[in-house]
Every structure is written in structure tokens, then in C-alpha cells.
């Protein structure tokens, strides 16, 4: 079992709807947990950080993390063509290097 | 960009020569990480460094060799490259705290012919 599994998509929604993205892992050392948003042919991008279980919100985004289940989400709501890139997850544990998901394609249209 | 430059950008060279790639930071930050990024097989650690002169094997270090005299240089060797080495290259840095999460470049796109 790989330690963290993202669904690779590709995922498409018209524009305005909520996009629902989420990762599972396997190793519940794992504290920190991150989202990254990669557009076509540039570095990926930290877009969310979160440290402990819950709901994180900054503007149109929600990350949300259930380490009981070991399972993280990513919401965007009111999506637009610009939210479309590729999102990927990534967890630690402590000073250990991070583990990534494989990423997920998502395309909004307009 | 958290004041990150990889260069060259891109690069086409044919199987067998030496590639050396480069990442300058702005950050002063500790942590420097090579990766590289394939469809199927998302990001995968190469080489990473803690320190001026400090580095340490990634999940797939074989073929590459890396190097760091000054805080804000990293670099990656391929000694002689294969068409496996077809990829793209991101550099990312982070600072000493456990909870400090990556930032990364832009890329290199390294074709091997």
C-alpha cells in the first residue's frame, strides 16, 4: 500500500460548482498536511497548510483533515476557470521528509 | 516563486553527456531538495541538503550526484545522462522548522536523446 493515495482524475465541473479533492494515507505519524495547486508547466504551490484535525478555510478554499480516518479533502467553492490546474497533497511526520500524492487533474469550464 | 531560480530552464543534450543543473535561493533557508516530477509517478526525491556541504540520498538518487558550497546553491550532476533521465526537475526549499512546508521552483525540462 502506497502512503498516500490521491485519485489522479482527471476531474471536471462547470464553472461555480464546488470541487471536492481528497487524499487517504497509511501512516498515522503523519502531522502536518498540505495542498499544492501545479499549473501547466510551472512549480507546484502551496495553497493550504493545516497541523492538527479540522476544518482550515482561507478565502474560497477548505482544507479539512479527519486523522481518525486518515483521510484529507480539499474543497473549492464557486470554482472558476482560473482554479484550474492540478492539486496535489503532501504530509509529514515531524522533520521527515514529505510524502506527495500523485495529484489530481481538475478542469473548470466556463 | 519564494525567491527560487532554476536554470537553465530547459535542456536538451544527448545520452551519455554530463547535465548539471542549477537552484539559487534568496530565502536563507536550511533545507534544499531535489525532485523530479514524471506522469504516473508524481514527485520523487532525488537528493536533498541540510546544510552547506551537508546532503543525503532521495527514493531515487541513482545517477545523480549533488552538490552545495554556499547556502544559496544547489546543484544536481547527472554524470552521464539516459533517456530515463527525461524529466522535469523542481528545486524547493524550506526552513529548519519541523513544520515548514516546501516552496519550489519553476522547473527544468531535461530531454536526453
Known amino acids: 500500500q502506497k502512503e498516500v493515495e490521491q485519485d489522479p482524475g482527471p476531474l471536471s465541473v462547470p464553472e461555480g460548482a464546488i470541487v471536492s479533492l481528497n487524499c487517504t494515507y497509511s501512516n498515522s505519524a503523519f502531522q502536518y498536511f498540505m495542498w499544492y495547486r501545479q499549473y501547466s508547466r510551472k512549480g507546484p504551490e502551496l495553497l493550504m497548510y493545516?497541523?492538527?484535525?479540522g476544518n482550515k478555510e482561507d478565502g474560497r478554499f477548505t482544507a479539512q483533515v479527519d486523522k481518525s480516518s486518515k483521510y484529507i479533502s480539499l474543497f473549492i467553492r464557486d470554482s472558476q476557470p482560473s482554479d484550474s490546474a492540478t492539486y496535489l497533497c503532501a504530509m509529514k511526520a515531524g522533520n521527515n521528509r514529505l510524502a506527495f500524492g500523485k495529484g489530481n487533474q481538475v478542469v473548470v469550464i466556463p | 516563486d519564494a525567491g527560487i531560480t532554476q536554470s537553465p530552464r530547459h535542456k536538451v543534450t544527448e545520452t551519455g553527456t554530463p547535465v548539471t543543473l542549477r537552484c539559487h535561493q534568496t530565502e536563507n533557508h536550511r533545507y534544499m531538495y531535489w525532485y523530479r516530477q514524471d506522469p504516473g509517478h508524481g514527485l520523487r526525491l532525488i537528493h536533498y541538503s541540510y546544510g552547506v556541504k551537508d546532503t543525503d540520498k532521495g527514493e531515487v538518487s541513482d545517477g545523480y550526484s549533488v552538490s552545495r558550497s554556499k547556502t544559496e546553491d544547489f546543484l544536481l550532476t547527472l554524470e552521464s545522462a539516459t533517456s530515463s533521465q527525461t524529466s522535469v526537475y523542481f528545486c524547493a526549499i524550506s526552513g529548519a522548522g519541523e513544520n515548514s512546508p516546501l516552496h519550489f521552483g519553476n522547473g527544468t525540462r531535461l530531454t536526453v536523446t
Open positions: 493545516t497541523y492538527s484535525s
